[in-house]
T-cell receptor
Framework: TQLLEQSPQFLSIQEGENLTVYCNSS?????LQWYRQEPGEGPVLLVT?????EVKKLKRLTFQFGDARKDSSLHITAAQPGDTGLYLC????????????FGTGTSLTVIP | DTEVTQTPKHLVMGMTNKKSLKCEQH?????MYWYKQKAKKPPELMFV???????INESVPSRFSPECPNSSLLNLHLHALQPEDSALYLC????????????????FGPGTRLTVL
């Protein structure tokens, strides 16, 4: 069983549409990261959230950390083909030696 | 600068070969990581080094042998691999040593695409 579950697993949308990706767990995390990864490349850090209820914006991307620090969401407004990729959340658990745990991943395709 | 570099970019090897993957960071980070990733799956943790000492080994087969010569370098020595070991191998680093306080963030290298024939 994966510690962090992402939904949806796959998403194919038209350019200009909005979308939300969810990252959920029953565990508490001291911080959570979102990455975007293109095929054959390493994950690129988008954001780190650390405070319960925190909202961060990066151009058309909005990230939210749940109040209880067990979940997070990524919302993309007016998706563009350049947003295509694998989106990964990764959490740093509290009181477990601060090991990082990855979500199950969401593969996004934005069709021009 | 948040750059982690990895060499080579691509590697093809036979099952009897010995090869090494290299990773380098100059951010002064105290923890370095090796991950294995299959297509469209999340990375799987293999090893963690903290202050140049191996702190986590996720039950990785002995045909994978990590080495941390100094705080900036991380190697992964490969010997007698199997075709199922073909994958993208990712190196990452983070500023705080494992078990330390405060929050932390991992930065990843571009990966090495390994093919075992």
């Amino acid at each position: 069983t994966q510690l962090l579950e992402q939904s949806p697993q796959f998403l194919s949308i038209q350019e200009g549409e909005n979308l939300t990706v969810y990252c959920n767990s029953s565990s508490v995390f001291s911080s959570l990261q979102w990455y975007r990864q293109e095929p054959g490349e390493g994950p690129v850090l988008l954001v780190t959230v650390v405070t319960g209820g925190e909202v961060k914006k990066l151009k058309r991307l909005t990230f939210q950390f749940g109040d209880a620090r067990k979940d997070s969401s990524l919302h993309i407004t007016a998706a563009q083909p350049g947003d295509t990729g694998l989106y990964l959340c990764a959490g740093e658990r509290v009181n477990t030696g601060n090991q990082f745990y990855f979500g199950t991943g969401t593969s996004l395709t934005v069709i021009p | 600068d948040t750059e982690v570099t990895q060499t080579p970019k691509h590697l093809v090897m036979g099952m009897t070969n010995k090869k090494s993957l290299k990773c380098e960071q100059h951010m002064g980070h105290r923890a370095m990581y090796w991950y294995k990733q299959k297509a469209k799956k999340p990375p799987e943790l293999m090893f963690v080094y903290s202050y140049e000492k191996l702190s986590i080994n996720e039950s990785v087969p002995s045909r994978f042998s990590p080495e941390c010569p100094n705080s900036s370098l991380l190697n992964l020595h490969l010997h007698a691999l199997q075709p199922e070991d073909s994958a993208l191998y990712l190196c990452a680093s983070s500023s705080r040593a494992v078990g330390g306080g405060n929050t932390d963030t991992q930065y990843f290298g571009p990966g090495t695409r390994l093919t075992v024939l």
